[in-house]
């Protein structure tokens, strides 16, 4: 587990460019269409602007972009053959598997960093407690979802084929989670999909800590927090189990 770690956190180290694309993607998102569409509908009182209500969607969106293309790895490792060197090598599937989770999971929450040094540029404090709170959230969300792109990625031969599945389910979940909006806005339809969305539990937990510090009432709060962390608690287990078994069985 630990060799496989380190060698994810060498691949992050080395691949500047990757962060710096996030970071220009999380720039764009808040202070381009965040203020744009901000000034088209200005905060009600008592609420807060729409570049601050966003910043817990941009960071979620952030760790998990950067959760899936770690898991995109192992499939860049099949296709080079590394892949199959690990798994001839005398040691647990497990701990290969647990390797790339908490690999993933350290990038992720690394790459979170990045977007959270932006936060007093969209009226979000840089308290210690809140940026604590907010990168420990990011660690489980990273955690979870890096185990469902290992889960996903075991049994993937084609990077094109990942990348391709991977965007058809995050993209719809994505605008789905209220990321970039309330969900409370939406069609009874939609609005119901979005509680059966588990990246909805994602960022729920994120603006929640957020507005708490604010003390402000804006939209936004649909379920207490604590309840969201430990569904995705729940989830990071099952999404795990499910990456092991599929790991075990890889060729």
């Known amino acids: 587990m630990k060799v496989v770690v380190k060698r994810e956190l060498i691949r992050f180290v080395n691949d500047g460019k990757r962060t710096t694309a996030l970071l220009f993607q999380a720039v764009m998102w808040l202070f381009v269409v965040g203020a744009g569409f901000g000034a088209l509908a200005p905060p009600a009182p008592g609420q807060v602007p729409l570049q601050t209500f966003m910043f817990p969607g941009i960071l979620v969106m952030t760790v998990i972009t950067t959760a899936m293309f770690s898991a995109a790895s192992i499939v860049w490792d099949r296709e080079f053959g590394f892949l199959r060197e690990m798994l001839v090598a005398p040691v647990s599937r497990t701990a290969l598997a647990l390797g790339k989770i908490f690999g993933g999971a350290l990038v992720a929450t690394a790459q979170s960093v990045v977007v959270l040094s932006l936060a007093g540029f969209v009226g979000v404090p840089y308290h210690p407690l809140l940026m604590a709170e907010l990168l420990g959230l990011a660690f489980l969300i990273a955690f979870t979802m890096t185990a469902f792109g290992v889960m996903v990625a075991a049994r993937i031969s084609s990077l094109e084929s990942f990348l391709g599945i991977s965007q058809m389910v995050i ?81």
């Open 171 to 251: 993209m719809p979940l994505t605008f789905l989670s209220g990321a970039l909006f309330p969900i409370d806005g939406l069609h009874a339809v939609f609005r119901a999909a979005a509680w059966a969305n588990p990246l909805t539990y994602a960022v729920e937990p994120v603006r929640q800590a957020v507005l708490d510090h604010l003390g402000t009432s804006a939209v936004g709060r649909q379920l207490p927090g604590a309840a969201a962390v430990a569904l995705l608690a729940v989830l990071a287990l099952i999404f795990t189990s499910f990456a092991v078994a599929q790991f075990r069985r890889a060729d």
